[in-house]
């Protein structure tokens, strides 16, 4: 199984004070040289941390896959970029983070996923785990999907970590059994990433996935590969990013 490593949050961070520091290319860099697979990055439509210079930099001298998350709005720029493979995501200014798959129904997706499939970009859709999107996602020509675990993520949280009592608390389970709602979850993933591999889909995943619930996912042979952005970053606050690659590395084995 292969990580990507998504290094948004880099730029996130660098962006609160408007300076180049943390540096993104040194991010990129350390994150190769510690084993990872796969660089993901997202250019979001308001630039709120990667911004244009920055995926050129990262497209450019990148000497491994480079995996560039982006909304149909932005179909012209990356056709002009060119990175090895395109993940389209829904996204809307007021979201912290995405939070759902693609609306398959988009009137822009056929000619989006076209013009990229044209230009050799293999084309990834960010998607929720059911059969009716993974049949779209076929039918639409997309190369990959990967599957939105989100909703599995927020289940661990709340069946297995201190999130319930504090501030941050998942408010849509609160009145739940959020040990059932974890296995419920988990059971659609591993459902559908089969599904999806019989259809001949590359299955990969992502969204909310950390040192603590990734084994879970890990263990779906369906799924080639992980997208793993922000617990990756938060952990190498204390242990360094090298080490904290190496760490989701060694789990995800």
Do not use: W
Request: glycine share 6%.
């Amino acid at each position: 199984m292969k990580l990507g490593v998504n290094i948004d949050h880099v730029a996130v961070l660098r962006e609160a004070r408007r300076v180049n520091d943390p540096n993104i290319l040194n991010a990129m860099f350390t994150a190769i040289n510690a084993g990872a697979d796969q660089i993901t990055i997202h250019l979001r439509e308001d630039r709120r941390h990667i911004d244009d210079t920055d995926t050129i930099n990262i497209i450019n001298l990148c000497t491994i896959p480079v995996n560039l998350e982006c909304a149909t709005a932005i179909t012209d720029i990356v056709l002009e970029l060119s990175p090895h493979r395109a993940t389209i995501v829904p996204e809307r200014r007021e979201e912290l983070t995405t939070e759902g798959g693609l609306n398959l129904a988009s009137p822009e997706l056929p000619s989006t996923i076209a013009a990229m499939n044209e230009a050799g970009i293999d084309v990834s859709l960010f998607i929720d785990p059911n059969s009716d999107d993974i049949i779209a996602a076929k039918e639409l020509g997309a190369n990959t999907i990967e599957l939105h675990t989100g909703s599995f993520a927020n289940a661990y949280l709340m069946a297995y970590s201190n999130i319930p009592k504090t501030k941050f608390s998942i408010k849509s389970l609160e009145h739940t059994n959020a040990k059932e709602a974890l296995e419920f979850e988990l059971d659609r993933l591993k459902k559908a990433a089969k599904f999806a591999k019989n259809l001949g889909l590359n299955v990969a995943a992502g969204h909310g996935l950390n040192y603590q619930n990734v084994g879970l996912i890990a263990n779906i042979p369906e799924i080639f590969e992980l997208n793993i952005g922000q617990s990756i970053i938060a952990r190498s606050v204390f242990t360094g990013l090298s080490q904290a690659i190496k760490d989701m590395k060694e789990l995800i084995k």
